[in-house]
């Protein structure tokens, strides 16, 4: 039952994620997002047999059925790691004995969101404002969830719900300072989300991911380059769209329940065995 519910999930989150590829793709050009896919080289209507995720990119060797046009490698990557995204939300919830129905729910929609955000910026290197703002709405809903008012005013749940304002403060003023060289204010925006929905610790861990994630990333880069495996023309000046390495850390630190810092210790003190 376990690795048959797995699969499901696993499907169901490559047949989102080709969603969220049209999704990504139509933002901001006045194209609904209901009608039927069509063929981006020569904008024939693409046979349903041809839009399964993942298996219909392999049969048909990258290239469209009508034109024989190269598909990107975008979309079957996005089914995919959608489908990965999914099951690691399912897995964190599946051992626990009770969890409301509406907390997996979030974070399977607040994941939907992201995915869209990494592909908008990777191509565009901008975030679209209504994106970061929904994600932090519903994060703010998240986290006020079954609270009462008073606990979130209180210490420690004060701090959790001060995470995301500090860090796009932090994000603001290395913005100011470096005139939008070092950071972008779109990563600020996006991190006010993240500290809503993963609290003080876990949101300081995501932002250290990231950093780390982009750091190795960036090695990478280069060592191709000096191999001439990679031929961009990226350097340590270059603007690198942020979102997808802070997105990788909110992953990461919400898959691991991260406290790389220790700060829970600090916090909320000793862990009561
Ligand atoms: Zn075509």
New binding site residues.
Partial sequence: MFYYLSAVIFVVGTIIGSFLNVVALRINTGKGLMGRSF?M????TIKSYDLFPILSFLSLGGK?R??K?KISWQYPLVEFITGLIFLSVFLKFYSLAYVPVLVPTFWYLAFCILIVITIYDVRHQIIPDFLSYTFAFLSVLYFVGDKSLTSIFSYPEILNFLAGPIIFAVFSLVWFVSKGRWIGFGDGKLALGMGFALGFSEALSAIAFAFWIGAIWSIFILLFQKLGIAKSKFNFKSAVPFAPFMIAGFLLAFILSADVFSLNMLIFGPAPF
Avoid: D, L, Q
């Fill in positions: 063929c080289s020569c904008g024939k469209s009508c034109c046009t």
